[in-house]
């Protein structure tokens, strides 16, 4: 099955500071979304992005699906920022079934 | 409104014992699906239904069984739970046809312990 790799594992900032989160897949995907897992443990749908480029206030995300990669950018970051972002892929010969997801990167952003 | 919400959202019991996890989703979607997310953060889906149509079914022991009466709830029943069960799990929806969306909404997860 698809393969889904995040990097960095973990990642310790200070507020204000930016970070790039990256995930690579290892097949085409038609479904390439972006979550956070804040502290209390729900999970946000962040990004819809299967290629392409968006923002949303400080974050954005850009996926450059011919390459196989996609980056999360988060801008200006606040201490509730902190949390685990996962990756979620679905592979291109198997639509409609379900996303496949990246062992996340743990941000903590201390004040 | 909460848009997919489980219930309940804490279960703690014993080993052996037989537990049911309910979801509703009032988004209006197509498929809904089950994850489980283990003590390491890690989440690895478990089914997936379709219009009440079983789509996915991953290597899970046979004694976990879901359930969906119609396409706005999907259950999970857990028969002689063990150890290793001991994880959160989370609801989720999506809109597959004919527009597919494809964007993924979490229920806000359910703890089980099994002592």
């Known amino acids: 099955g698809i393969q889904v790799e995040q990097s960095p594992p973990d990642l310790i900032l200070q507020e204000g500071a930016n970070s790039t989160l990256r995930c690579n897949f290892s097949?085409?995907?038609?479904?390439l979304q972006w979550f956070h897992q804040n502290p209390w443990g729900q999970l946000i749908n962040l990004f819809y992005i299967p290629s392409g480029t968006k923002q949303n206030g400080r974050l954005s995300a850009t996926t450059v699906a011919t390459e196989r990669y996609s980056l999360l950018y988060i801008s200006s970051s606040q201490t509730t920022d902190s949390g685990v972002y996962f990756c979620?892929?679905?592979?291109?010969?198997?639509?409609?079934?379900?996303?496949?997801f990246g062992k996340g990167t743990t941000l903590s952003v201390s004040s | 409104d909460t848009a997919v919400s489980q219930t309940p959202k804490y279960l703690v019991t014993q080993m052996g014992n037989d537990k049911s996890i309910k979801c509703e989703q009032n988004l209006g979607h197509d498929t809904m699906y089950w994850y489980k997310q283990d003590s390491k953060k890690f989440l690895k889906i478990m089914f997936s239904y379709n219009n009440k149509e079983l789509i996915i079914n991953e290597t899970v022991p046979n004694r976990f069984s879901p359930k969906s009466p119609d396409k706005a709830h999907l259950n999970l029943h857990i028969n002689s739970l063990e150890l290793g069960d001991s994880a959160v799990y989370f609801c989720?929806?999506?809109?597959?046809?004919?527009?597919?969306?494809?964007?993924?909404?979490f229920g806000e997860g359910s703890r089980l312990t099994v002592l």
């Open positions: 097949d085409s995907v038609n479904n």
């Open positions: 979620a892929v679905e592979n291109i010969d198997q639509a409609g079934t379900a996303l496949i």
């Open positions: 989720a929806s999506s809109q597959v046809n004919p527009a597919n969306t494809g964007e993924l909404f």
